[in-house]
């Protein structure tokens, strides 16, 4: 059975993805149209080029996270030099060695941009912070001058990855000069209004996979200094517009991940962590398949 998938963000909590992509397949439904955020628009865009959750699952038993980590040389090293280099890149590493391994992986079943795939398959959401906007790709791209049809898919995940402060945004050539790209998750981290249109009946159902607490049962944050006021201030903004449109609307089509104890940015992830937060995933998508009706 063919239905519409949703990724939540996450950063590396996103391994959990492809743990209840697995449970998902073993209950023969398959994806027509997918959308995702940061992390979640790393999966929706493997699996827009045809990636089995198996596929995947080895694909990321293969990767050695750090080699994504592409920081900068500096020439006199120290903490100074390094804080002096995000003040100015705005970001601790690169992005492109993220790029680069996703260019190559989804180049390997043929996807390139976004006019090798049919229309409204993939879209990926970033943030414009140049315009203050949100940013739909590919349905954007025209409106900064942009072909959706030559845009690299890669690009446009990296683009969504950008995750402020420890990613460099992506600066985005276009009509009127550069604009400053960064991770979707800062204004819509699970994007399943996407696939919601007022008085338009679906014409499949709508699954979202998303990396938290069910809504009511999110726990408090804790706040005792400014780092972590800082670290709620920024949970509570990235998710605000999401948890309001979820209180709403489609919490019994959200399989909900709860990946609390492990960091969005923990890129030291040891093997044993990879399969538990995979394990996790699947196990939370079986136990929703045993109550889920379509």
């Known amino acids: 059975m063919l239905i519409d998938g949703v990724f939540s963000g996450g950063g590396i909590k996103g391994f959990a993805l492809v743990g209840a992509c697995e449970a998902i397949e073993r209950r023969g439904f398959r994806f027509c149209r997918v959308a995702g955020t940061s992390a979640g628009s790393i ?22 996270l750090s080699d994504l980590l592409d920081s900068r040389k500096l020439l006199i090293p120290g903490p100074v030099t390094k804080w002096i280099l995000l003040y100015r890149k705005l970001g601790l590493y690169k992005g492109e ?24 398959a993939l879209r990926v959401v970033a943030s414009d912070l140049t315009n203050g906007k949100m ?20 690009k446009a995940v990296r ?60 726990p408090q944050h804790k706040i005792k200094n400014a780092i972590q006021l800082f670290e709620a201030l920024f949970e509570t903004m990235k998710d605000a517009h999401d948890a309001r ?46 109550k889920w009706s379509y």
């Open 159 to 218: 683009m969504s990855c950008s995750i402020p402060y420890f990613f460099e945004p992506v600066k985005l050539a276009a009509e009127g000069g550069k604009n400053i790209i960064v991770d979707g998750g800062v204004l819509s981290n699970f994007p399943m209004w996407l696939f919601d249109r007022e008085n338009v009946k679906k014409v499949r159902p709508v699954l979202g996979i998303q990396l938290s607490h069910e809504p009511e049962n999110h």
């Open 43 to 64: 999966v929706a865009s493997l699996i827009s080029a045809g990636y089995s959750s198996g596929e995947m699952h080895a694909l990321l038993d293969e990767l050695d």
């Open 245 to 290: 449109y979820i209180s709403r609307k489609h919490a019994k089509n959200i399989i909900f991940i709860p990946t609390a104890g492990v960091a969005s940015t923990e890129f030291g992830l040891t093997a044993e962590k990879k399969e538990k937060l995979i394990s996790h995933g699947r196990q939370c998508a079986e136990t929703f398949f045993r």
């Open 135 to 154: 940013i739909i790709l590919p349905d954007d791209l025209p409106k900064y001058g942009l072909s959706p049809t030559t845009f690299p898919v890669a």
């Open 97 to 120: 060695a993220l790029e680069n391994w996703l260019a190559e992986t989804l180049a390997l079943k043929g996807l390139r941009t976004f006019g090798d795939l049919p229309p409204d």
